[in-house]
């Protein structure tokens, strides 16, 4: 029994040598021998309940990204046992549900991104106000703080604001995502030279609302700021984001625009 296992082991991989050989040139696929990066998931418990339920579908979420272990993935709850030194080793972090909250974990996150580090935010990982005292945050997120957003949770019509980005280039110019709690800012980012937004909620939708509703303005959702290597997005409230097509081929765009643009080079080639 082990030599006819042994026996047809051999035979495959001397068909898969063979198939290999007689690849052209242009073999239009990329297979990696080993992890191509790394990532860092962070997230906590001790946030809003919604906010925890969509976190947790989002760990799921990279898990079945990194079938396979195309790249190293860990995940934590405690950003404190993350200093510079030991962040820098990270392509890429994103935040689900929470933001560095000791001056310690701030100061390594701007040392981190200042230094070239990928940051995917989602939803309340942005949210600031009088009471967030971290000036180079707002200025990270382009200048904007939380000004005021709809309730109940629902889906909105959103439109792509550049169709010819990484990101969007594969969306529709417009489609319906899952029920959120949408955030808008003031000043919108779009005011910021170096801001790009990517993704708005449309006009259509207004009033936007049952109990609090957002009447008018300029509502940006998903931007970047160029002069950094992130991108947010402000869908991240409840169990209904990943229910859709459209918007998960959106999350997962938006992660490998952010690690295909490291200094260190694009690892999907």
Not at 194 to 204: A, F, P
Not at 244 to 261: E, M, P
Request: proline share 7%.
């Amino acid at each position: 029994m082990k030599n006819i296992t042994l026996y047809f082991t051999m035979l495959l991989l001397t068909v898969g040598q063979l198939l290999w050989a007689q690849s052209p040139a242009g073999y239009p696929a990329s297979y990696a021998n080993g992890p191509r990066f790394k990532a860092l998931v962070f997230y906590t418990h001790h946030a809003e309940e919604a906010h925890v339920d969509f976190s947790l579908q989002a760990v799921e979420f990279f898990k079945k990204l990194n079938y396979g272990n195309g790249f190293i993935l860990d995940i934590t709850t405690n950003l404190s046992d993350y200093p510079y030194e030991k962040l820098k080793e990270y392509d890429i972090v994103v935040m689900l549900d929470g933001y560095p909250s000791s001056q310690a974990e701030r100061d390594a996150f701007e040392q981190y991104m200042e230094n070239g580090g990928g940051w995917m935010g989602f939803h309340v990982a942005a949210y600031n106000d009088k009471h967030t005292h971290w000036p180079w945050f707002v200025d990270f997120l382009g200048g904007g703080v939380f000004y005021c957003n709809n309730w109940p949770p629902q889906p909105v019509l959103v439109e792509v604001d550049n169709p010819d980005h990484p990101i969007t280039r594969s969306l529709p110019v417009s489609f319906v995502v899952p029920a959120s709690e949408w955030y808008q800012w003031t000043p919108s980012p779009r005011e910021n030279k170096d801001v790009e937004v990517l993704l708005s909620i449309s006009e259509k939708n207004y009033p936007l609302g049952i109990k609090d509703v957002v009447n008018f303005g300029d509502f940006p959702v998903v931007w970047t700021h160029t002069k950094y290597r992130m991108i947010y997005l402000n869908m991240g409230h409840g169990d209904e984001e990943f229910t859709d097509a459209t918007q998960n081929l959106l999350f997962i765009n938006a992660f490998r625009w952010v690690l295909s643009t490291d200094k260190k080079g694009n690892p999907f080639r």
